[in-house]
């Protein structure tokens, strides 16, 4: 069983910046690929980014490319999301993911989901 909780949401303006934090309950967080998500009012979940095992593999949806940074720190058992030059269409709550397959978790079908955290970019 696999517990996630985010943290670092927030209210910015558009430009400015803010760090997700997602910290994992696991006994061997390094067993994970763990993603991004995120889900903006009457829209779906969309993918936003993701992390193998071992932190050197990253993958992004093109909306965001150059402007967010996934990270972890497996020492830490947590996962960050870096997001830079923040955009009002960026609003959306943002969920966590966790699955022991790179592949399931960039499709969304990942085990194991946070409760999200809130990210409200101002123009």
């Known amino acids: 069983q696999v517990q996630l909780v985010e943290s670092g949401g927030g209210l910015v303006q558009a430009g400015g910046s803010l760090r997700l934090s997602c910290a994992a309950s696991?006994?061997?967080?390094?067993?994970?690929?763990m993603g991004w998500f995120r889900q903006a009012p009457g829209k779906e979940r969309e993918f936003v980014a993701v992390?193998?095992?071992?932190?050197?593999?990253?993958d992004y949806v093109d909306s965001v490319k150059g402007r967010f940074t996934i990270s972890r720190d497996n020492a830490k058992n947590t996962v960050y999301l870096q997001m830079n030059s923040l955009k009002p269409e960026d609003t959306a709550a943002y969920y966590c993911?966790?699955?022991?397959?790179?592949?399931?978790?960039?499709?969304?079908?990942?085990?194991?989901w946070g409760q999200g955290t809130q990210v409200t970019v101002s123009s």
């Open positions: 696991v006994r061997t967080f390094s067993n994970y690929a």
């Open positions: 992390i193998n095992r071992s932190g050197l593999s990253t």
């Open positions: 993911n966790a699955d022991r397959f790179y592949a399931t978790v960039v499709a969304g079908k990942g085990n194991y």
